[in-house]
């Protein structure tokens, strides 16, 4: 099956940094444009950042300087590092991604979501 998975998400007291992970596993021909989204509690999903399959970056203004997203082709897999956390960046966050499937398949995919809390 073709699917995202996300981890590296936990506990982290303010100021400190965190690394996000998101793996795509399965039959991937390859992988288009990439991102990371937000949901906290009782808002709305949020676009954190997002990366082209050329290495085009866009970020948030409630992120940028602090977040920074990569990824590497090779291994199917996209990254959020996140430093100078703050409280309000405490969310569930998710992968998403648009997914070569086949030479005219192309679908978008979410992952399950990681728990961020940045709290003392």
């Known amino acids: 099956q073709v699917q995202l998975v996300e981890s590296g998400g936990g506990l982290v007291q303010p100021g400190g940094s965190l690394r996000l992970s998101c793996a795509a596993s399965?039959?991937?021909?390859?992988?288009?444009?990439m991102g990371w989204y937000r949901q906290a509690a009782g808002k709305q999903r949020e676009a954190v950042a997002s990366?082209?399959?050329?290495?085009?970056?866009n970020y948030a203004d409630s992120v940028k300087g602090r977040f920074t997203i990569s990824r590497d082709n090779a291994k199917k897999m996209v990254y959020l590092q996140m430093n100078s956390l703050k409280a309000e960046d405490t969310a569930v966050y998710y992968c998403?991604?648009?997914?070569?499937?086949?030479?005219?398949?192309?679908?978008?995919?979410w992952g399950q979501g990681t728990q961020v809390t940045v709290s003392s």
């Open positions: 990366i082209t399959s050329g290495g085009s970056t």
């Open positions: 399965g039959i991937i021909f390859s992988i288009r444009d």
């Open positions: 998403n991604a648009d997914l070569i499937l086949g030479l005219t398949t192309s679908r978008n995919f």
